[in-house]
Protein backbone atom coordinates (compact mmCIF):
# COMPACT_ATOMS: atom_id res chain seq x y z
CA UNK A 1 0.00 0.00 0.00
CA UNK A 2 1.30 3.51 -0.72
CA UNK A 3 1.83 6.44 1.69
CA UNK A 4 -1.63 7.93 2.47
CA UNK A 5 -1.33 11.47 1.67
CA UNK A 6 -4.84 12.39 0.49
CA UNK A 7 -7.02 10.33 2.31
CA UNK A 8 -7.28 9.12 5.71
CA UNK A 9 -8.36 5.66 6.68
CA UNK A 10 -9.30 3.86 9.81
CA UNK A 11 -11.50 0.82 10.87
CA UNK A 12 -13.51 -0.10 13.63
CA UNK A 13 -16.90 -2.34 14.21
CA UNK A 14 -15.87 -3.80 10.77
CA UNK A 15 -16.39 -0.65 9.16
CA UNK A 16 -13.48 0.93 6.89
CA UNK A 17 -13.58 4.39 6.34
CA UNK A 18 -12.14 6.65 3.46
CA UNK A 19 -12.00 10.15 4.57
CA UNK A 20 -10.90 12.54 1.24
CA UNK A 21 -8.91 14.60 3.09
CA UNK A 22 -7.53 17.97 0.73
CA UNK A 23 -9.44 20.16 2.53
CA UNK A 24 -7.80 23.02 0.87
CA UNK A 25 -8.69 22.12 -2.78
CA UNK A 26 -12.03 20.94 -1.59
CA UNK A 27 -11.23 17.60 -1.64
CA UNK A 28 -10.76 17.58 -5.53
CA UNK A 29 -9.96 14.31 -6.91
CA UNK A 30 -6.06 13.87 -8.22
CA UNK A 31 -4.51 11.33 -9.67
CA UNK A 32 -2.70 10.14 -6.73
CA UNK A 33 -6.06 9.79 -4.46
CA UNK A 34 -7.94 8.01 -6.71
CA UNK A 35 -5.13 5.83 -6.34
CA UNK A 36 -5.11 5.68 -2.63
CA UNK A 37 -9.06 5.16 -2.87
CA UNK A 38 -8.65 2.24 -5.26
CA UNK A 39 -5.82 0.46 -3.26
CA UNK A 40 -7.44 0.65 0.20
CA UNK A 41 -10.73 -0.46 -1.23
CA UNK A 42 -8.81 -3.67 -2.62
CA UNK A 43 -7.01 -3.97 0.50
CA UNK A 44 -10.40 -4.03 2.39
CA UNK A 45 -12.32 -6.56 -0.06
CA UNK A 46 -9.53 -8.86 1.27
CA UNK A 47 -9.69 -8.25 5.11
CA UNK A 48 -11.82 -10.04 7.29
CA UNK A 49 -11.80 -7.53 9.74
CA UNK A 50 -13.80 -5.18 7.35
CA UNK A 51 -17.66 -6.32 6.17
CA UNK A 52 -18.32 -2.45 5.01
CA UNK A 53 -16.60 0.28 3.37
CA UNK A 54 -17.57 4.00 3.89
CA UNK A 55 -16.13 6.75 1.87
CA UNK A 56 -16.73 10.25 3.23
CA UNK A 57 -15.29 13.70 2.81
CA UNK A 58 -15.05 16.37 5.37
CA UNK A 59 -17.47 18.54 7.60
CA UNK A 60 -17.73 20.63 5.11
CA UNK A 61 -17.53 19.29 1.50
CA UNK A 62 -17.56 15.44 -0.10
CA UNK A 63 -15.75 16.76 -2.69
CA UNK A 64 -15.90 19.64 -5.98
CA UNK A 65 -14.44 17.35 -8.88
CA UNK A 66 -11.58 15.57 -10.42
CA UNK A 67 -8.39 18.54 -9.57
CA UNK A 68 -9.19 20.80 -12.68
CA UNK A 69 -5.36 22.39 -12.14
CA UNK A 70 -4.37 18.67 -12.71
CA UNK A 71 -6.06 18.33 -16.05
CA UNK A 72 -5.64 21.18 -17.08
CA UNK A 73 -2.65 19.98 -19.03
CA UNK A 74 -3.82 16.72 -20.24
CA UNK A 75 -4.83 15.95 -23.43
CA UNK A 76 -6.38 12.74 -25.73
CA UNK A 77 -2.78 10.87 -25.83
CA UNK A 78 -1.75 11.94 -21.98
CA UNK A 79 -5.47 10.25 -21.21
CA UNK A 80 -4.91 6.88 -22.96
CA UNK A 81 -1.78 6.46 -22.30
CA UNK A 82 -2.30 7.30 -18.57
CA UNK A 83 -5.73 4.91 -18.61
CA UNK A 84 -6.77 6.38 -15.27
CA UNK A 85 -10.08 5.03 -16.10
CA UNK A 86 -9.13 1.50 -16.01
CA UNK A 87 -8.80 2.29 -12.18
CA UNK A 88 -11.98 3.76 -11.85
CA UNK A 89 -13.49 0.30 -13.38
CA UNK A 90 -11.68 -1.67 -10.25
CA UNK A 91 -13.85 0.32 -7.97
CA UNK A 92 -16.87 -1.53 -8.90
CA UNK A 93 -15.57 -5.04 -8.78
CA UNK A 94 -15.07 -4.51 -5.47
CA UNK A 95 -17.50 -7.40 -3.88
CA UNK A 96 -17.83 -6.07 -0.19
CA UNK A 97 -20.56 -3.32 0.37
CA UNK A 98 -19.31 0.67 -0.07
CA UNK A 99 -21.53 3.41 1.36
CA UNK A 100 -21.02 6.91 0.65
CA UNK A 101 -21.26 9.40 3.00
CA UNK A 102 -21.89 12.99 0.96
CA UNK A 103 -22.45 16.83 2.60
CA UNK A 104 -22.26 19.84 0.64
CA UNK A 105 -20.24 19.53 -2.79
CA UNK A 106 -20.58 16.20 -4.45
CA UNK A 107 -19.35 17.35 -7.54
CA UNK A 108 -18.06 16.26 -11.52
CA UNK A 109 -15.72 12.72 -10.44
CA UNK A 110 -16.93 13.09 -6.82
CA UNK A 111 -19.99 12.40 -8.06
CA UNK A 112 -18.94 9.66 -10.43
CA UNK A 113 -16.99 8.11 -7.43
CA UNK A 114 -20.50 8.50 -4.93
CA UNK A 115 -22.36 6.67 -8.06
CA UNK A 116 -19.60 3.83 -8.28
CA UNK A 117 -20.71 3.13 -4.35
CA UNK A 118 -23.29 0.89 -3.33
CA UNK A 119 -25.78 3.38 -0.97
CA UNK A 120 -25.63 7.02 -0.69
CA UNK A 121 -26.70 9.06 2.31
CA UNK A 122 -26.41 12.09 1.67
CA UNK A 123 -26.90 15.51 3.99
CA UNK A 124 -30.22 17.69 3.51
CA UNK A 125 -28.45 20.13 1.97
CA UNK A 126 -25.91 18.77 0.12
CA UNK A 127 -25.48 19.74 -3.80
CA UNK A 128 -24.90 16.97 -6.64
CA UNK A 129 -23.64 17.82 -10.00
CA UNK A 130 -21.79 17.36 -13.32
CA UNK A 131 -20.32 20.75 -13.73
CA UNK A 132 -18.00 19.30 -16.39
CA UNK A 133 -19.97 21.30 -19.27
CA UNK A 134 -18.66 24.46 -18.08
CA UNK A 135 -15.04 23.13 -18.40
CA UNK A 136 -15.84 22.07 -22.05
CA UNK A 137 -15.72 18.50 -21.05
CA UNK A 138 -18.18 16.23 -20.03
CA UNK A 139 -18.12 12.86 -17.49
CA UNK A 140 -16.01 9.82 -18.51
CA UNK A 141 -16.01 8.07 -15.16
CA UNK A 142 -19.58 6.66 -15.63
CA UNK A 143 -21.54 10.07 -15.22
CA UNK A 144 -23.72 9.91 -18.28
CA UNK A 145 -24.13 5.96 -17.98
CA UNK A 146 -24.76 5.90 -14.15
CA UNK A 147 -26.77 9.05 -14.01
CA UNK A 148 -29.26 7.90 -17.11
CA UNK A 149 -29.91 4.24 -15.46
CA UNK A 150 -31.04 6.18 -11.98
CA UNK A 151 -33.02 9.03 -13.65
CA UNK A 152 -33.96 7.81 -16.73
CA UNK A 153 -32.66 9.66 -20.34
CA UNK A 154 -34.59 13.19 -20.57
CA UNK A 155 -34.01 13.92 -17.29
CA UNK A 156 -30.08 12.44 -16.91
CA UNK A 157 -29.70 15.08 -20.05
CA UNK A 158 -31.26 18.07 -18.33
CA UNK A 159 -28.61 17.76 -15.89
CA UNK A 160 -25.64 16.81 -17.73
CA UNK A 161 -26.60 20.28 -20.29
CA UNK A 162 -27.33 22.47 -17.93
CA UNK A 163 -24.57 21.87 -15.10
CA UNK A 164 -26.85 22.78 -12.70
CA UNK A 165 -26.46 21.47 -8.90
CA UNK A 166 -29.23 18.98 -7.89
CA UNK A 167 -30.42 19.19 -4.30
CA UNK A 168 -30.41 16.43 -2.09
CA UNK A 169 -34.20 16.13 -2.08
CA UNK A 170 -34.17 15.73 -6.09
CA UNK A 171 -31.78 13.35 -5.84
CA UNK A 172 -33.88 11.18 -3.19
CA UNK A 173 -37.15 11.85 -5.20
CA UNK A 174 -34.94 10.04 -8.12
CA UNK A 175 -33.29 6.99 -6.27
CA UNK A 176 -30.03 8.68 -6.58
CA UNK A 177 -29.54 8.56 -2.84
CA UNK A 178 -30.63 5.91 -0.38
CA UNK A 179 -31.40 8.70 2.13
CA UNK A 180 -31.05 12.02 3.49
CA UNK A 181 -30.64 13.20 7.09
CA UNK A 182 -29.31 16.46 8.98
CA UNK A 183 -26.20 18.03 7.90
CA UNK A 184 -24.61 17.25 11.47
CA UNK A 185 -25.91 13.61 11.30
CA UNK A 186 -24.44 11.94 7.70
CA UNK A 187 -21.54 9.94 9.06
CA UNK A 188 -23.36 8.97 12.42
CA UNK A 189 -26.82 7.96 10.03
CA UNK A 190 -24.05 6.30 7.52
CA UNK A 191 -21.95 4.42 10.06
CA UNK A 192 -25.02 3.15 12.09
CA UNK A 193 -26.18 1.71 8.41
CA UNK A 194 -22.92 -0.09 7.54
CA UNK A 195 -22.53 -1.43 11.42
CA UNK A 196 -26.13 -3.00 10.66
CA UNK A 197 -25.27 -4.39 7.08
CA UNK A 198 -21.31 -5.30 8.68
CA UNK A 199 -23.42 -7.71 10.89
CA UNK A 200 -25.08 -9.64 8.16
CA UNK A 201 -23.93 -12.79 6.68
CA UNK A 202 -20.32 -11.80 4.87
CA UNK A 203 -20.90 -14.43 2.10
CA UNK A 204 -24.67 -13.75 1.70
CA UNK A 205 -23.53 -9.52 0.74
CA UNK A 206 -21.45 -10.24 -1.37
CA UNK A 207 -23.78 -12.70 -3.55
CA UNK A 208 -26.19 -10.16 -3.11
CA UNK A 209 -24.37 -7.25 -4.32
CA UNK A 210 -22.94 -9.05 -7.63
CA UNK A 211 -26.73 -10.34 -7.98
CA UNK A 212 -28.18 -7.14 -8.38
CA UNK A 213 -25.38 -5.54 -10.17
CA UNK A 214 -26.42 -8.52 -12.65
CA UNK A 215 -29.45 -7.50 -13.13
CA UNK A 216 -28.71 -4.05 -13.97
CA UNK A 217 -26.83 -4.98 -16.99
CA UNK A 218 -28.47 -8.10 -18.22
CA UNK A 219 -31.69 -9.86 -19.48
CA UNK A 220 -34.03 -10.34 -16.34
CA UNK A 221 -33.41 -14.20 -17.33
CA UNK A 222 -29.55 -14.33 -17.38
CA UNK A 223 -29.58 -12.32 -13.78
CA UNK A 224 -32.21 -14.82 -12.56
CA UNK A 225 -30.08 -17.89 -13.56
CA UNK A 226 -27.23 -15.91 -11.94
CA UNK A 227 -29.04 -15.47 -9.17
CA UNK A 228 -29.94 -19.05 -9.11
CA UNK A 229 -26.27 -19.86 -9.17
CA UNK A 230 -24.93 -18.00 -5.98
CA UNK A 231 -28.21 -18.82 -3.70
CA UNK A 232 -27.47 -22.94 -4.93
CA UNK A 233 -23.34 -21.57 -3.78
CA UNK A 234 -24.51 -20.25 -0.37
CA UNK A 235 -25.86 -23.88 0.62
CA UNK A 236 -22.25 -24.47 0.49
CA UNK A 237 -21.25 -22.02 3.16
CA UNK A 238 -21.05 -22.79 6.62
CA UNK A 239 -22.68 -19.64 7.14
CA UNK A 240 -25.78 -21.21 5.29
CA UNK A 241 -26.08 -23.96 8.45
CA UNK A 242 -25.11 -21.87 11.28
CA UNK A 243 -28.35 -19.27 10.18
CA UNK A 244 -30.26 -22.28 9.67
CA UNK A 245 -29.61 -24.25 12.56
CA UNK A 246 -29.15 -20.76 14.56
CA UNK A 247 -33.15 -20.31 13.55
CA UNK A 248 -34.12 -23.89 14.62
CA UNK A 249 -31.91 -23.60 17.89
CA UNK A 250 -34.10 -20.53 18.48
CA UNK A 251 -30.39 -18.40 18.98
CA UNK A 252 -28.59 -15.64 17.42
CA UNK A 253 -26.39 -16.92 14.33
CA UNK A 254 -22.30 -16.12 14.65
CA UNK A 255 -21.85 -15.79 10.77
CA UNK A 256 -17.99 -16.81 10.16
CA UNK A 257 -18.05 -15.55 6.11
CA UNK A 258 -16.69 -19.35 5.27
N1 LIG B 1 -10.01 21.31 -8.75
C1 LIG B 1 -9.00 22.03 -8.23
N2 LIG B 1 -9.17 22.98 -7.27
C2 LIG B 1 -10.42 23.19 -6.83
C3 LIG B 1 -11.53 22.45 -7.33
C4 LIG B 1 -11.28 21.47 -8.34
N3 LIG B 1 -12.26 20.70 -8.85
N4 LIG B 1 -12.64 22.90 -6.71
C5 LIG B 1 -12.25 23.84 -5.84
N5 LIG B 1 -10.90 24.03 -5.91
C6 LIG B 1 -10.09 24.96 -5.12
C7 LIG B 1 -10.32 26.39 -5.59
O1 LIG B 1 -9.51 26.70 -6.70
C8 LIG B 1 -9.93 27.16 -4.34
O2 LIG B 1 -8.52 27.21 -4.27
P1 LIG B 1 -7.76 28.60 -3.81
O3 LIG B 1 -8.26 29.64 -4.73
O4 LIG B 1 -8.23 28.81 -2.38
O5 LIG B 1 -6.31 28.27 -3.93
C9 LIG B 1 -10.39 26.26 -3.21
O6 LIG B 1 -10.54 24.96 -3.78
C10 LIG B 1 -11.75 26.68 -2.65
O7 LIG B 1 -12.65 26.78 -3.73
P2 LIG B 1 -13.55 28.06 -4.02
O8 LIG B 1 -12.89 29.29 -3.51
O9 LIG B 1 -13.92 28.02 -5.47
O10 LIG B 1 -14.82 27.72 -3.10
P3 LIG B 1 -16.30 28.25 -3.27
O11 LIG B 1 -17.00 27.82 -2.03
O12 LIG B 1 -16.33 29.69 -3.67
O13 LIG B 1 -16.89 27.43 -4.53
C11 LIG B 1 -17.33 25.44 -5.83
C12 LIG B 1 -17.09 26.06 -4.41
C13 LIG B 1 -17.42 23.93 -5.65
C14 LIG B 1 -18.63 25.97 -6.41
C15 LIG B 1 -16.15 25.84 -6.76
O14 LIG B 1 -14.92 25.57 -6.07
C16 LIG B 1 -16.14 25.08 -8.05
O15 LIG B 1 -16.89 25.36 -8.99
N6 LIG B 1 -15.23 24.09 -8.19
C17 LIG B 1 -15.03 23.33 -9.40
C18 LIG B 1 -16.15 22.33 -9.58
C19 LIG B 1 -16.00 21.53 -10.85
O16 LIG B 1 -16.08 22.07 -11.96
N7 LIG B 1 -15.80 20.22 -10.71
C20 LIG B 1 -15.80 19.30 -11.80
C21 LIG B 1 -14.41 19.10 -12.34
S1 LIG B 1 -14.42 18.04 -13.79
C22 LIG B 1 -11.16 11.16 -14.80
C23 LIG B 1 -12.24 10.82 -14.02
C24 LIG B 1 -13.17 11.79 -13.63
C25 LIG B 1 -13.00 13.09 -14.06
C26 LIG B 1 -11.94 13.41 -14.85
C27 LIG B 1 -11.00 12.47 -15.26
N8 LIG B 1 -10.16 10.19 -15.21
C28 LIG B 1 -10.42 8.75 -14.73
C29 LIG B 1 -8.99 10.47 -15.93
C30 LIG B 1 -13.94 14.12 -13.60
C31 LIG B 1 -13.89 15.42 -14.02
C32 LIG B 1 -14.41 16.46 -13.15
O17 LIG B 1 -14.77 16.23 -12.01
Known sequence: MVNKET???????????????????????????VTEI???LEEWDKDDSVAVIVVTGNYKVFAAGAD????????????ELLNQFAEWDRIAWVKKPIIAAINGYCLGGAFELAL???LIVAAEDAQFGFPEINLGVMPGAGGTVRLTKLMGRAKALEWLWTGEYMSAKTALENGVVNRTVARELVFEETMKLARKIAKQAPLSLRMIKESVNKSVDHSTYEAMQFERKNFYMLFSSEDQKEG???FIEKRKPNFKGK
Open 38 to 40: LLT
Open 68 to 79: IDEMAGDDSISL
Open 7 to 33: IKTWAEDGVGVIQLNRPKVLNALNRRM
Open 116 to 118: SCD
Open 244 to 246: MNA
